[in-house]
């Protein structure tokens, strides 16, 4: 087994629920890193005393559970191993292997002393019928591949190698924990990338979706890679695919927008892209059209595309949302009049506006970066986050971070 790092924010989590009357889901796309933090919490749970016949711990995805297909198998081969004494911690891996599993736990936490934890590798797991029969007693950790301060934890760097150099290559190669075996070696970890790629592709999404075709869904993810940060709606998409003769746009009206809003949603079933909706900040309301898509990992987008420095500003747009869900925010498109903000991120009792941008220094850009900021009507937080590293840190109240230093902050 590979030496397991440590990732003390999920492992935190887990251990601030531990033995409420929840059931812990962790969520995320295959190969982040779920697996471990659930052998992390098994070892937390060793070495602060419980004893191993109190911990039940399998991943469903081996072949060794191969009987346990449905919710009957797999109550009755669990149920014989948990104590009757004592609190059993029940850790079940890949649980969606199993069909109807809800039922099994539903049925462990009312007929046993027990504490359970879940992963799964896509968004059926909290399906609606799931919702319905744990309504309420479920706690859903969302796991996302590497932040750009765990890489660098991650990996061991040469003394000389500036921060800059380190998020150039955090750039190019994402965060998925596994790339760490290969140390940097680019057609090895192309391959690792492709291959949880098409893992994700064959036994989340067609898998699940019979309808689905392979080449329709590859056309709509390279449209999204390419078009990331951009605002787009499932009509335009479809409307571009159409006219390069990929969909049928047939006679009834927007048949290729309801393609591909159907393809958008297994996409982020499978957690490979997130879907952003806009919010009017003068009217304080969300908006139903036009939203954006950010993907999951910027590995993959370079898989798909060729890395390629050109559209460096959505890039990092991405790399920033995905941070501010690592925060915990809700994130949206802001819309101010005509203008735009790049995201508007709330939390309960905060509210922060964000630009992002490759760099400040023309006049042209600072005007366009600013005027949005600088019209909103509240006193919020409102931050510039560049890549650049100068003397300026403030546009009339309006914050200028170097986004390094944000993303380590």
């Known amino acids: 087994m590979a030496e397991l790092i440590n990732r003390p924010e999920y492992l935190n989590l887990l251990i601030q629920n531990k033995d409420v009357d929840l059931v812990k889901i962790v969520t995320g796309i295959r190969r982040c890193g779920k697996s471990s933090l659930l052998d992390l919490f098994h070892q937390y749970l060793k070495d602060n005393g419980v004893p191993d016949a109190n911990i039940i711990h399998m991943n469903l995805e081996s072949l060794h559970y191969r009987d346990l297909t449905d919710y009957l198998s797999f109550y009755d081969h669990v149920s014989k191993h948990i104590s009757n004494t004592q609190k059993t911690y029940l850790i079940f891996d890949e649980l969606q292997a199993v069909e109807h599993w809800e039922k099994a736990i539903e049925s462990f936490r009312l007929d046993f002393n027990v504490d359970i934890y879940i992963t799964g590798s896509n968004a059926y797991l909290l399906s609606t019928e799931f919702s319905t029969l744990l309504s309420g007693r479920y706690v859903e950790i969302r796991m996302l591949p590497l932040s750009f301060k765990e890489f660098l934890t991650f990996y061991e760097f040469e003394a000389a190698v500036t921060a800059e150099e380190k998020f150039q290559k955090y750039l190019q190669f994402g965060g998925m924990p596994i790339l760490r075996e290969y140390q940097f070696n680019e057609a090895r970890i192309s391959q690792v990338l492709e291959g949880i790629y098409s893992t994700v592709v064959l036994r989340d999404i067609l898998q699940r979706n019979h309808q689905a075709d392979q ?22 998409i479809g409307n571009v695919l159409s006219n390069e003769g990929d969909i049928q746009n047939g006679r009834v009206k927007n048949t290729a927008g309801k393609t591909v809003d159907k393809y958008i949603s297994m996409l982020r079933s499978a957690f490979i892209f997130y879907s952003v909706g806009r919010y009017d900040v003068k009217g304080k309301m969300l908006l139903k059209t036009l939203g954006k898509n950010y993907i999951i990992d910027m590995g993959f987008r370079n898989i798909l595309l060729g890395y390629r420095d050109a559209d460096h500003g959505h890039i990092l747009e991405n790399i920033v949302f995905l941070e501010l869900m690592r925060r915990d925010y809700r994130v949206y498109i802001g819309k101010v009049g005509e203008m735009e903000v790049d995201f508007v991120a709330e939390k309960p009792n905060d509210k922060l506006y964000i630009q992002v941008t490759e760099s400040m ?40 971070l170097n986004l390094i230093d944000w993303l380590l902050s």
Do not use: A, W
Request: aromatic share 6%.
């Open 215 to 236: 080449n329709m869904l590859q056309k709509i993810v390279l449209f999204l890679c390419s078009n990331i940060g951009s605002i787009t709606s499932p009509n335009n």
């Open 361 to 400: 220094q023309s006049p042209e850009t600072r005007e366009r970066e600013l005027r949005p900021l600088h019209i909103i009507p509240d006193n919020y937080e409102k931050i510039i986050l560049s890549m650049d590293r100068n003397y300026i840190n403030s546009y009339e109240g309006i914050k200028s």
